[in-house]
């Protein structure tokens, strides 16, 4: 009696031959994997140290890893942020603050008071073009330690204009007349500057009073009552 013991094929298994990414877990950057072998498109690193994970990617030097997720991420709640990685080389804090480790330059730069800006350095030298400087509280100007405070107006008729609180009037005042730099020193006093004109005291009614005095007494009376 002949057995017949029909065989079917299901299918026809081979061997794989797209390579397995594997995950390395290291403080320092591997150049292996942890066998000893070659380093795969798609291998994974995780920097145990940084808690940062990288990706190994072919290229044309061999390969090299690549950031794909930053250090451990905090939920977002109610009343702060959550962490979050914006481009490369920006972070935002879970409290809203933002670091950045590379910043790029303004492509193109812009022009402030005169002075080009595109991010690279910071602003030094004079502020040219300005208008009018409105600030929220009092207004200080210093100058260095040892150094004057200059102010120079090119105008010889409207020279420096000092306004009253609502502006509908000025002060102004000249030195176009100077040849050289001249010294005014004010008294450690208060009170009001009085113009010649206020002074109604001549020499020919100050010899008359001191002529006409009997003592000092009444010579202090007499100039009081000019």
Same mark, same amino acid.
């Not at 591997?30 to 066998?35: I, K, V």
């Not at 040849?179 to 005014?184: H, I, N």
């Given at each position: 009696?002949s057995?017949?013991?029909?065989?079917?094929?299901?299918?026809?298994?081979?061997?794989?031959?797209?390579?397995?990414?594997?995950?390395?877990? +290291?403080?320092?950057?591997?150049?292996?994997?942890?066998?000893?072998?070659?380093?795969?498109?798609?291998?994974?690193?995780?920097?145990?140290?940084?808690?940062?994970?990288?990706?190994?990617?072919?290229?044309?030097?061999?390969?090299?890893?690549?950031?794909?997720?930053?250090?451990?991420?905090?939920?977002?709640?109610?009343?702060?942020?959550?962490?979050?990685?914006?481009g490369?080389?920006?972070?935002?804090?879970?409290?809203?603050?933002?670091?950045?480790?590379?910043?790029?330059?303004?492509?193109?730069?812009?022009?402030?008071?005169?002075?080009?800006f595109?991010?690279? +350095?910071?602003?030094?030298?004079?502020?040219?073009?300005?208008?009018?400087?409105?600030?929220?509280?009092?207004?200080?100007?210093?100058?260095?330690?040892?150094?004057?405070?200059?102010?120079?107006?090119?105008?010889?008729?409207?020279? /420096?204009?000092?306004?009253?609180?609502?502006?509908?009037?000025?002060?102004?005042?000249?030195?176009?007349?100077?040849?050289?730099?001249?010294? /005014?020193?004010?008294?450690?006093?208060?009170?009001?500057?009085?113009?010649?004109?206020?002074?109604?005291?001549?020499?020919? +009614?100050?010899?008359?009073?001191?002529?006409?005095? +009997?003592?000092?007494a009444?010579?202090?009376?007499?100039?009081?009552?000019?």
């Open positions: 009696m057995y017949y013991n029909p065989i079917t094929t299901i299918a026809s298994v081979g061997t794989q031959s797209t390579p397995i990414p594997v995950t390395i877990a +290291s403080a320092t950057e591997p150049t292996t994997r942890e066998n000893g072998g070659t380093l795969r498109q798609g291998d994974n690193w995780y920097n145990t140290t940084t808690t940062v994970d990288h990706i190994w990617i072919i290229n044309s030097a061999g390969g090299s890893w690549k950031i794909v997720g930053t250090a451990a991420h905090s939920v977002a709640t109610s009343s702060r942020l959550g962490s979050v990685m914006v490369s080389g920006i972070n935002v804090t879970p409290f809203g603050s933002i670091s950045v480790a590379n910043a790029p330059t303004l492509n193109p730069g812009v022009t402030l008071w005169g002075n080009y595109n991010g690279s +350095s910071d602003i030094v030298g004079n502020i040219n073009s300005v208008g009018v400087i409105t600030g929220s509280g009092d207004l200080v100007l210093k100058s260095g330690p040892s150094s004057a405070l200059f102010f120079r107006c090119f105008s010889t008729t409207n020279q /420096y204009m000092f306004n009253n609180s609502t502006g509908s009037a000025a002060g102004n005042l000249k030195f176009e007349n100077l040849t050289t730099s001249r010294t /005014y020193s004010f008294p450690d006093a208060g009170g009001t500057l009085a113009l010649t004109s206020d002074i109604t005291i001549n020499l020919s +009614s100050l010899k008359s009073v001191v002529a006409a005095s +009997s003592d000092f009444d010579f202090q009376t007499r100039i009081a009552a000019l």
